[in-house]
C-alpha cells in the first residue's frame, strides 16, 4: 500500500540553525500538507501547496518558515533560524485530489531544538 | 475562531464493550469530519471519514453525524486492548476553499483486559 515517508525521523540541532525535513508523498496525490504537533498539543495546520506554490498557511507558517518541491516526489518544509519554541513532532500528508479530502499522513519527524 | 472540541479521557472501558467517543466542532460550514487514531508517539492514522448526516460503518467503527447539532461521534464496537490510543476527530472547514484539517486534542482510550 502506498504510504508517506519522512526523513530524518529525528533531527537534533541548535538554535539558530536552519533545518530542512524532508516528505515523499504519496505518488498520484496532487496536494500536500504539513503539520507540527508540540508534545502533548494538539495537531496543528501549518502550510498547504498545489500546483506548485502555497494555496494556504496558517498564522504560525511565517518568514522562517519556506516550502518547496524540488523535483517531482519530494516536498520540503525549511525553517530558516530554529527557535526553542519549534521542538514538535512534524507531519506530512498528501490527498489524492478527488472529491474526497482524505490526508494521509507520514510517520512524522522529531524536532529538538537545543 | 473555529474550534473543534474533544473530552480528552481518558474514557475507560473493558475489552468486549462498545467505547463512545464524541466531537462538537463550532463552524457551521463544516462539510467533512475524519477519524483519525494516533499512538504515542506515532503520527494519525485514519480509522473514518463521513460527509454525511447519519450513520456510517466500518467493520467494528461507526461514525455518526449531526450537522444541525455539529456534532460528530465514533463508536468502536468489542473494543480491543490494541484500540487503546488517543482519537482525533478533525474537520475540514471550507471556507473559501480551504482543505486545511482542524484537530481537536484528542480523547485518550484505555481498553481493559
Known amino acids: 500500500e502506498p504510504e508517506v515517508t519522512q526523513t530524518p525521523s529525528h533531527q537534533v540541532t541548535q538554535m539558530g540553525q536552519e533545518v530542512i525535513l524532508r516528505c515523499v508523498p504519496i505518488?498520484?496525490?496532487?496536494?500536500f500538507y504539513w503539520y507540527r504537533q508540540i508534545l502533548g498539543q494538539k495537531v496543528e495546520f501549518l502550510v498547504s501547496?498545489?500546483?506548485?506554490?502555497?494555496?494556504?498557511k496558517s498564522e504560525i507558517f511565517d518568514d522562517q518558515f519556506s516550502v518547496e518541491r524540488p523535483d517531482g516526489s519530494n516536498f520540503t518544509l525549511k525553517i530558516r533560524s530554529t527557535k526553542l519554541e519549534d521542538s514538535a513532532m512534524y507531519f506530512c500528508a498528501s490527498r489524492s485530489g478527488s472529491a474526497l479530502d482524505t490526508q494521509y499522513f507520514g510517520p512524522g519527524t522529531r524536532l529538538t531544538v537545543l | 475562531q473555529k474550534e473543534v472540541e474533544q473530552n480528552s479521557g481518558p474514557l475507560s472501558v473493558p475489552e468486549g464493550a462498545i467505547a463512545s467517543l464524541n466531537c462538537t466542532y463550532s463552524d457551521r460550514g463544516s462539510q467533512s469530519f475524519f477519524w483519525y487514531r494516533q499512538y504515542s508517539g506515532k503520527s494519525p492514522e485514519l480509522i473514518m471519514f463521513i460527509y454525511s448526516n447519519g450513520d456510517k460503518e466500518d467493520g467494528r467503527f461507526t461514525a455518526q453525524l449531526n450537522k444541525a447539532s455539529q456534532y460528530v461521534s465514533l463508536l468502536i464496537r468489542d473494543s480491543q486492548p490494541s484500540d487503546s490510543a488517543t482519537y482525533l476527530c478533525?474537520?475540514?472547514?471550507?471556507?473559501?476553499?480551504?482543505?486545511?484539517?482542524?484537530f481537536g486534542s484528542g480523547t485518550r482510550l484505555q481498553v481493559q483486559p
Open positions: 478533525a474537520v475540514n472547514i471550507r471556507d473559501t476553499g480551504r482543505r486545511a484539517l482542524t
Open positions: 501547496f498545489y500546483n506548485n506554490e502555497i494555496s494556504e
Open positions: 505518488s498520484n496525490h496532487l496536494y
